[in-house]
């Protein structure tokens, strides 16, 4: 089992920078794959950014390509998403998870464990 915590959603303007957090605790953290996802009000859970075991391999969603960035720390046992340049359409519920294998790593389906998720609001 791995658990995972998010932190760091809050609600910012538009144009300000958050930084979330997922501290994963249980199973070695270096053994898998990590990604981001988000979901808004009404819509399905997407893709955000994912990051394979080393982190040689990172993959971002095209509408927050340039704006955010994944990084993970296997030291800390923590991943980040940097997420710079927020606008409205940036709300949702923010969810990091485990698992998988770098190739399939804009799938949920991909991911055997969740975190509860970090409300992110962005006001215009």
């Known amino acids: 089992q791995v658990q995972l915590v998010e932190s760091g959603g809050r609600l910012v303007q538009a144009g300000d920078s958050l930084r979330l957090s997922c501290a994963a605790s249980g199973r070695t953290f270096s053994n898998y794959a990590m990604g981001w996802f988000r979901q808004a009000p009404g819509k399905k859970r997407d893709f955000v950014a994912g990051?394979?075991?080393?982190?040689?391999?990172?993959v971002y969603a095209d509408s927050v390509k340039g704006r955010f960035t994944i990084s993970r720390d296997n030291a800390k046992n923590t991943v980040y998403l940097q997420m710079d340049s927020l606008q409205p359409e940036d709300t949702a519920v923010y969810y990091c998870?485990?698992?998988?294998?770098?190739?399939?790593?804009?799938?949920?389906?991909?991911?055997?464990?969740w975190g509860q998720g970090t409300q992110v609001t962005v006001s215009s």
């Open positions: 998870a485990a698992g998988g294998v770098a190739s399939r790593i804009r799938f949920t389906d991909n991911y055997d464990y």
């Open positions: 990051i394979s075991r080393s982190g040689i391999t990172i």
